[in-house]
């Protein structure tokens, strides 16, 4: 009873991976590529849903030594998943990343925001600066700790 459903089923999953990695390729940087395989995906898909939909609604009218005409949707299944898997690592290969154009663009961004941060950095200690000086201008101390003879004889020395 099971291997009724075992061709559908099988054929189905295989279709779902496929549309599932042609969705999550969609995201990618090569997302645009993508699009064409996602709707021939789900033009392969719906009718293996519709053959699980009509095996299951009506099991008997399956026959289970299998010929070759009912293999075709598995086969095409399997030939459409190798399909994105080929087509996935080819755009890999064939479109390349600039990894040292990208490198630099993140370097001067790192730059940038570290100037900046030494700017405020800078600008905070240069304001500090000026607010202790401009408050406590420079004058002679005046401690009167020791009287003026004491000082005056230091001072001849």
């Not at 997302?31 to 009718?47: A, D, E, N, Q, S």
């Not at 370097?107 to 600066?129: I, T």
Request: aromatic fraction near 16%; glycine fraction near 2%.
């Amino acid at each position: 009873m099971i291997e009724i459903y075992a061709l559908p089923l099988v054929c189905l999953l295989l279709n779902f991976l496929a549309f599932a990695a042609c969705l999550r390729f969609l995201f990618s940087r090569q997302g645009l590529y993508w699009i064409v395989p996602l709707f021939l995906t789900f033009f392969i898909l719906w009718p293996n849903a519709l053959n699980l939909y009509r095996v299951a609604s009506n099991a008997t009218a399956v026959s289970i030594p299998y010929s070759y005409l009912d293999l075709q949707p598995l086969l095409l299944s399997l030939f459409w998943y190798a399909m994105i898997v080929t087509f996935h690592f080819a755009l890999k290969k064939t479109i390349r990343v600039n990894h040292y154009e990208e490198q630099v663009r993140k370097n001067l961004h790192e730059a940038r925001y570290q100037m900046a941060v030494e700017m405020m950095v800078q600008g905070r200690k240069e304001k500090r600066r000026k607010q202790y000086y401009t408050k406590a201008p420079a004058a002679r101390p005046i401690l009167n700790a020791y009287s003026t003879t004491w000082t005056d004889l230091f001072d001849q020395r």
